[in-house]
């Protein structure tokens, strides 16, 4: 039955094939033709290769065909210049790579007027184009489907995997024996702050971003919430917690609870200190500002990630005269807090912060974890820069060397 | 008690956090089904807790009101706000416009919470200049050089600075893409790194401080 459905679009393809071309003679049928279903992706997709000719120019095209099981004659799914549409043009990573990355290849995907389904037959062909002139390639026959994996990213799982490994080692050592922890300002104007605000009996205003708990920004908000509660309780100083998310309020209200009893001040714990505004953006930076301008806390503290109300948060905060520390991952936001806080937390020290104020080995090693990977990601540009530089240098071919670091990225 | 308080979230943190981690490298329909159905369960989840939050909102405005603290009288511009809101929503079944016809609920969000929220976001504006005038007074070497690389910038990206200096487009390229988008990238690799190592020790339960501090 599939040899007749075969022969049936051989058949087809032909009659749409001019006759001069059929006859010979100038333009030869693209060579080693390869269709499979596309690996590594959920299925939907099939993807056909071809050796590139031997003189290719302008003036030579390709149109890879498409015969669904319903349709009566192959559909023409793409059309390009013969100069386009490599192996190395699809990104790849050289474990994966189909082909040799001078020879062609193109991906058919479901979608516009295309319905490839999982499970069923079809027969794709390419054909070489140049003129009046056409020459096709023996229709070969695949079923897509889905894979369980997907190859293309084994090397961020063996990276994520040894990260891991290196991470719990240095948990490990760190149990062992002390590990230096470099100064971080922010962290240590921390007491500062809180003993202004009790001196001035004064509010504290702590704020955990824009995320939700799916944020390890967030999450990493909350660790620090825990912490500053329970200096705040030691001292029996406000806190005001405004939320945006009511998920994160209900977490954080648990960690101040517990920061309370562990200060030994379940008694001045106030269940309201965390509290709900709004999911509104706009609407939440407004209602911030105006507690700032009411209450005038002599601390704000900007710990999560951040939008637009990043500045309009804190120069409101800085214009009320209080001491302010921002911490946040989001790294178009952090000018603003560098220019209008008087510490910053730039980047991964808001997730160092845990650490440092707790001082538990277990935190502390994990930044050691952490160092231990900046090295090898040092290391992977040092090689890759070497490489790139020395190849322009002596005009030399170390496209392999190059792909190995580019593809481990 | 124990066991509900600690162990059971940190075995659900475990499993969820391996079985999504795993979801990533997994493209087969079945995975991206899972996924879809939890970005779901976390949308009804999240409805639920919003109902929490509105509680605690209503909860701290009234103490507010009845205890008539400083400020009381925003507390009650809320509490008519939203209730105001909420009635005429219902009343229009939450329909901003009627056979073309705007209602009175599509009235309150166009002509006055977008407005509102315009406002908040047009002051951006003049919070960046009296920003910008407060950290680029040079009086340090590092605000020195900030309010240099900030003129050469700016310079570079109108078409007047670029008339005056013609060699300031290429600096400012040369800034942003040179040294800016360099640290930027330092930034986020460290970005990057802690998030992973944040999430490793939440997925093994080293770090337990956010189900309320605590060692036991």
New interface residues.
Partial sequence: MKTVWTLTILLISCAFTPWNARAGETVSPPQQVHVFDTPDDGGGSLTVTWAKADEEDKSLRYQVLLHEPSAGEPKVIAEFASDTHYVRDAKAPWWTRPAPKDMHQFTIKSGKGIDLKDGTPYAVTVVAIAGDQRALAAPMQTTPGPNWFNWNQINNLAIVVIFGFVVLGSIRAAKRREIFLRRIAGLDAVDEAIGRATELGKPILYLTGAGDMSEPSTVAAAVILGRVAKRVAAYETDLMVPHRDPIVMAVCQEITKQSYLEAGKPDVFKEDSNFFITTDQFSYTAAVDGIMLRKKPAANFFMGSYFAESLLLTETGASTGAIQIAGTDSDHQLPFFVTTCDYTLIGEELYAASAYLSREPVQVGTLRGQDIGKACILVALGIGTAFATASVLFHADFSFALDLVKDWK | MTFLRRQLPLLITFVTGILF?AQ??????S??LMLTSVSKW?QI??GF??????T??F??HA?KIRRKE??WG?SFVLYAGMLGTIVIGLWHGGKETTDGVTTAFGWIYTFMMVP??GT??A??AF??A???Y??FRARSREAAVLLIAAVIVMLGRVPLGEHLIPISGDITQWILNVLNASV?RA?????S??????????I?G??R??????KE
């Fill in positions: 981690a990533y490298y997994i493209p087969h329909p995975s991206e976390l989840i999240g807790a919003l109902i929490l939050g509105v605690s909102l909860h701290i103490v400083a400020g925003y509102l929220q908040m976001f002051i951006l919070f960046i009296s920003a910008a407060r950290s930027r930034i986020l690799i460290g970005i790194l802690g998030a992973v190592a944040l999430s490793l020790k939440i093994f080293v770090e401080a956010y189900l309320g501090g605590g």
